[in-house]
């Protein structure tokens, strides 16, 4: 049954309906990020999860409708959003991820997945809705993003992150003595188009050298050239079908 205040919500679909999330009307809602995200990781049953950042749970929750048998959990600073994550079936806490519960201090994670706000707030414009701006804007330094998730990360567990491709010197900087192995997967619009995003992984105590991947491009042709949808197959699949993103 539902509120009054469900006025203020909406129950939205993903991944072609396999998952309905409860978001605000008005202020940060997951897109097409957090599915991206979600489904480059190749989490297996049994695996233990932490969602840093959570919003409403959308990357922890799409990996979960994909690979059943997860321990996910999740960390939001908005006790609003981290009330919604948990009312679409995340275990969430209400915390900043610099400081985070005892419960959390005391645990060690397979994988932790971030999907951190984009935008240099130095340089561009708050918006005026306080949730999508927490959501949008640079607060807490990407440095601190990974730091608080290699202090999560059991032995040989990956950090998984999505992000505007210029920020991957932070990305690289922020790694740099605490976790090992990067890899980049750029996250094109197009054939012929310059990344827009990357994926980010690395992993704790790994040896490996750094990896730059070949690029996953979005959308099919060249230029857009008409009104609709123009996913290539497998991204509509990864959206509509909640299928794993090869990578």
Not at 35 to 44: G, I, N, T
Not at 199 to 224: C, Q, S
């Amino acid at each position: 049954m539902t509120s009054t205040l469900d006025a203020d919500l909406t129950h939205d679909a993903f991944l072609g309906g396999r998952l309905h999330l409860w978001q605000p009307r008005d202020g940060y809602r997951a897109g097409v990020d957090p599915v991206l995200l979600a489904a480059s990781v190749p989490a297996r049953a049994g695996q233990s999860v932490l969602d840093l950042g959570c919003g409403v749970g959308a990357v922890a929750l799409c990996l979960g409708a994909r690979v059943s048998g997860l321990e996910l959990v999740g960390v939001e600073r908005q006790a609003a959003y981290a009330a919604l994550a948990e009312r679409n079936g995340l275990k969430a806490h209400a915390a900043d991820l610099t400081d985070m519960p005892e419960e959390l201090r005391d645990r060690s994670f397979d994988h932790v997945l971030a999907n951190p706000p984009y935008f240099n707030r130095a340089a561009g414009h708050v918006a005026d809705d306080s949730g999508r701006e927490a959501g949008r804007g640079v607060e807490t330094p990407v440095a601190a993003w990974i730091d608080a998730a290699a202090r999560r990360l059991r032995h040989k567990g990956y950090l998984h992150m999505i992000h505007r491709a210029e920020r991957l010197p932070d990305l690289l900087a922020g790694a740099a003595g605490r976790l090992g192995s990067p890899e980049i997967w750029p996250l094109c619009p197009r054939v012929g188009k310059a990344a827009e995003l990357v994926i980010f992984r690395a992993r704790k105590n790994g040896r490996a050298d750094f990896r730059l991947h070949f690029p996953v491009v979005l959308h099919e042709g060249t230029r857009h050239e008409r009104d609709g949808e123009s996913y290539t197959h497998e991204i509509q699949s990864v959206l509509r079908e909640g299928a794993a993103l090869h990578l």
